[in-house]
């Protein structure tokens, strides 16, 4: 027998679903047959196949709410939420501006708040309710040198997944998705190249990185009645995650966060 999720008639927002992991949760959600918005800071020339675009900073509540109610005056409703809007460039947390790191907490932990806050107020009206889905990392879960501020962040988002699901429930379910390495279009540029990509993959016990579309599957199922008993949970997206550092250690020389010269 198989099974088949139909969202048709649902309306979902994905945030920073533009590019990236988000282009994948949003393409996926078009094709579960739903209405799909997506939100970034920046206009795009062309709203990708079956989507709607419009600009937003999540990290500015005003604008935030400016786009829940946008949305809902189009549509009528808000039935899903996705926050994947997030990122950070690698910076050591000593070396980096304390502006540096409050954007970055602003963007990964307060910006989701804002979002769901706001769709809260929508989704507890609803008979239906709703689903928030934060798009979560494994760096919530292990250290995150060289994007510390993104991992404590990401932890944020975990605590704050719990905690929305008891506050929020029954009406509104909340998870969150632990995403581990996967390839978009700067997998390369940001991992050095096509070939120390492979090395890395090498290291995932499932052989290579998520593409996006599985992360957005994950999102899917979360987001549909197959998961209607499914709330504070975070779900593992990481192909099974990573190995103990041990495993390598013949191969390190040095500390590779030490001052230079420092050996481990």
Same mark, same amino acid.
């Given at each position: 027998?198989?099974?088949?999720?139909?969202?048709?008639?649902? =309306?979902? %927002?994905?945030?920073?679903?533009?590019?990236?992991?988000?282009?994948?949760?949003?393409?996926?959600? =078009?094709?579960?047959?739903?209405?799909?918005?997506?939100?970034?800071?920046?206009?795009?020339?062309?709203?990708?196949?079956?989507?709607?675009?419009?600009?937003?900073?999540?990290?500015?509540?005003?604008?935030?709410?400016?786009?829940?109610?946008?949305?809902?005056?189009?549509?009528?409703?808000?039935?899903?939420?996705?926050?994947?809007?997030?990122?950070? &460039?690698?910076?050591?947390?000593?070396?980096?501006?304390?502006? #540096?790191?409050?954007?970055?907490?602003? %963007?990964?932990?307060?910006?989701?708040?804002? =979002?769901?806050?706001?769709?809260?107020?929508?989704?507890?009206?609803?008979?239906?309710?709703?689903?928030?889905?934060?798009?979560?990392?494994?760096?919530?879960?292990?250290?995150? &040198?060289?994007?510390?501020?993104?991992?404590?962040?990401?932890?944020?988002?975990?605590?704050?997944?719990?905690?929305?699901?008891?506050?929020?429930? &029954?009406?509104?379910?909340?998870?969150?998705?632990?995403?581990?390495?996967?390839?978009?279009?700067?997998?390369?540029?940001?991992?050095?190249?096509?070939?120390?990509?492979?090395?890395?993959?090498?290291?995932? &016990?499932?052989?290579?990185?998520?593409?996006?579309?599985?992360?957005?599957?994950?999102?899917?199922?979360?987001?549909?009645?197959?998961?209607?008993?499914?709330?504070?949970?975070?779900?593992?997206?990481?192909?099974?995650?990573?190995?103990?550092? #041990?495993? #390598?250690?013949?191969?390190?020389?040095?500390?590779?966060?030490?001052?230079?010269?420092?050996?481990?």
């Amino acid at each position: 027998m198989s099974i088949t999720i139909d969202l048709s008639g649902r =309306v979902v %927002l994905v945030t920073g679903g533009s590019q990236g992991i988000g282009a994948g949760i949003a393409r996926r959600f =078009v094709d579960a047959g739903a209405t799909v918005v997506t939100c970034a800071r920046r206009p795009v020339a062309e709203a990708a196949p079956g989507t709607e675009h419009r600009t937003c900073d999540v990290r500015d509540p005003d604008d935030v709410a400016a786009l829940v109610d946008g949305i809902v005056a189009d549509h009528g409703r808000l039935d899903v939420v996705v926050n994947n809007a997030g990122g950070a &460039p690698y910076a050591l947390a000593a070396d980096a501006s304390d502006r #540096f790191h409050e954007k970055i907490v602003g %963007l990964n932990l307060l910006g989701p708040l804002a =979002v769901a806050r706001a769709a809260y107020a929508v989704m507890r009206e609803q008979e239906s309710g709703g689903a928030i889905i934060n798009v979560s990392s494994i760096s919530a879960s292990r250290p995150s &040198p060289g994007t510390a501020s993104y991992g404590a962040a990401k932890a944020g988002v975990n605590s704050l997944t719990t905690s929305l699901a008891q506050e929020w429930g &029954p009406r509104v379910r909340v998870n969150s998705i632990d995403v581990g390495l996967c390839r978009t279009e700067n997998t390369a540029d940001h991992y050095g190249g096509d070939e120390q990509v492979r090395r890395i993959e090498r290291t995932i &016990p499932l052989g290579r990185m998520a593409e996006p579309a599985e992360i957005g599957d994950v999102a899917v199922f979360l987001a549909s009645p197959m998961a209607s008993y499914v709330s504070g949970a975070h779900v593992g997206c990481h192909g099974g995650g990573e190995p103990p550092i #041990f495993h #390598f250690a013949d191969q390190i020389e040095t500390h590779p966060f030490a001052p230079e010269g420092v050996t481990s």
